[in-house]
């Protein structure tokens, strides 16, 4: 059994490599340093990352019922059928399962898809010079790494902006478990032509980097200086609707920290607009692996690669390995090498046993062939059994859902349209009065979803309407316009606040005067 650190020992150095312009890094010895890539040795360990860009993220839900074994193929059914991916193209699928879902029957997984044709054309240049790539991780993905070796504190929620030349993504975690991530528009090339497109001036983007970095520069003008503040507002806006989407999605009640970094370094005054827009205390992802590293002017992702390295090696987990590229096993474990060692064996044995060594190879061969094309056929067949039986058990579900909720929407229609027309057939006379009402409801945005009618002692008829709004001023607001009409008396008890539906909920009650 090989020992936890076996792996490690194993390699004599980590190659990092940046695929969309080959730069590379070497760790060896606690240093870092840059290097040249010339070609492979089997003694280094090669790792790089795939751009958030070629990435499809999304979140799936699975039947707690399904047996680990099948998960595989019920996960790669229902990804091709909720995300409608096109059977004629060939992805690489990965996922992680998404700890801390309150649903005891739902399995809820974290989806990475990647058409393999991108990952083909995106690595082209890297393994023309190296061969081989031993692993290769999803950007938001290598900062798992940090709290793994306990690099920042687990216990928060936080995000992660990266922006890179041709990229850039956000990442939440919580607790130190990925939940969500997405590759955003802004790009420091986005970034550059976004900027000029506001100043209407073409600056280079040599000067519109050392302008971000530096927060001034005199080939730049002060009023188009005044434009980054636009731009900025620009991404955080974007990127808090994301924060909004996630809190609402995961469950997730506040992100508490907020890391930002780039390829080139941190943006100048950068952390006084993720107060203003985001309201979250900015970090700074920055952290040392290597005694040399202060003399090193090195891209971060690079050693998050480093980390994600080492904590690769130490398990070997190829759940979510996306190299196509991996370097060949040992011969003997090849199936040439397998093949060849039974063909020197069956020699060996064939002196000895010449004519029951070759009609047993014979007829093993013949029996092993048949049975490969027997289970293929039959796991081909089970296989789609499976698509279809999922695809009619999720079609059955969203009916029997739709069915419900169309059935209580009539239900409530009809009752509501019932005594309306009660009303306008039994009371002519009051049918202003009640437009009256909705028209003020609708003014103030509250909407009703009960209606009852009755008479008191006095004779005098009250209504009841139960209401709903996204705001409790809009209540309080539209009493106060009923009260002022004076045509009838208006009362409620209470405005309580609905916390699962997000709405707040009063009974207002209408006493009309008779008399009056």
């Given at each position: 059994?090989?020992k936890k650190g076996d792996n490690i020992k194993k390699y004599s150095a980590i190659i990092t490599i940046d695929p969309s312009n080959l730069k590379s890094y070497i760790f060896r010895n606690n240093e870092i340093k840059p290097n040249k890539l010339t070609g492979f040795k089997k003694e280094n360990f090669y790792i790089s990352s795939i751009s958030s860009k070629y990435l499809i993220m999304e979140s799936i839900e699975i039947s707690s019922s399904i047996a680990d074994e099948d998960l595989?193929?019920?996960?790669d059914i229902q990804v091709y059928d909720e995300l409608n991916f096109d059977p004629a193209i060939q992805y690489s699928i990965f996922y992680k399962e998404y700890t801390n879902s309150q649903e005891s029957d739902k399995r809820k997984f974290n989806i990475f898809a990647v058409d393999t044709k991108n990952i083909e054309e995106e690595f082209k240049g890297a393994i023309d010079k190296v061969k081989y790539i031993d692993y290769i991780l999803p950007e938001p993905l290598l900062i798992k ?372």
């Open positions: 059994m090989t595989d193929s019920a996960i790494s940090v709290y793994k070796k306990n690099l920042i504190n687990k216990e928060s929620v936080d995000c992660f902006l990266y922006f890179k030349e041709e990229d850039a993504f956000i990442a939440i975690y919580a607790d130190g478990d990925y939940i969500y991530s997405k590759s955003i528009n802004f790009s420091l090339k986005r970034m550059h032509e976004k900027f000029c497109e506001l100043s209407g001036e073409s600056y280079s983007y040599k000067d519109f980097i050392d302008f971000i970095l530096s927060g001034y520069l005199e080939n730049i003008s002060k009023a188009d200086q005044r434009l980054l503040v636009k731009l900025y507002k620009e991404i955080f806006v974007y990127v808090n609707d994301i924060i909004f989407y996630v809190k609402r999605a995961y469950q997730v009640e506040n992100i508490d920290r907020i890391f930002i970094n780039s390829t080139i370094g941190i943006f100048k005054n950068i952390d006084k607009y993720i107060r203003t827009y985001l309201d979250i205390e900015p970090h700074k992802l920055k952290f040392i692996i290597a005694k040399n590293q202060k003399e090193i002017k090195d891209d971060q992702m690079h050693n998050l690669m480093i980390l994600s390295a080492l904590d690769y090696m130490e398990d070997m987990d190829e759940s979510l390995n996306f190299s196509l590229f991996k370097r060949p096993p040992p011969f003997r474990q090849r199936a040439i090498g397998r093949i060849f060692y039974t063909a020197l064996f069956s020699i060996i044995l064939s002196f000895l046993y010449p004519a029951y060594q070759l009609g047993y190879n014979y007829f093993l061969k013949i029996k092993l062939s048949k049975s490969v094309k027997k289970e293929h056929k039959l796991y081909i067949k089970a296989l789609n059994i499976k698509r279809e039986l999922t695809k009619l058990y999720d079609r059955e579900k969203k009916i029997k859902s739709k069915l419900i909720a169309e059935n209580k929407k009539l239900s409530f229609r009809e009752k509501l349209l019932k005594q309306i027309y009660s009303k306008k057939i039994h009371y002519p006379m009051k049918i202003k009065l009640l437009s009256e009402i909705f028209e003020k409801m609708n003014k103030y945005k509250t909407k009703i979803y009960d209606f009852k009618i009755s008479n008191d002692k006095h004779g005098n008829t009250v209504m009841h309407f139960f209401a709903f709004s996204r705001s409790d001023k809009n209540i309080t607001e539209l009493i106060k316009a009923l009260t002022a009409i004076k045509k009838y008396a208006i009362s409620t008890k209470e405005i309580k606040k609905d916390n699962k539906k997000r709405v707040y909920l009063s009974d207002i009650k209408v006493v009309l005067n008779e008399k009056g």
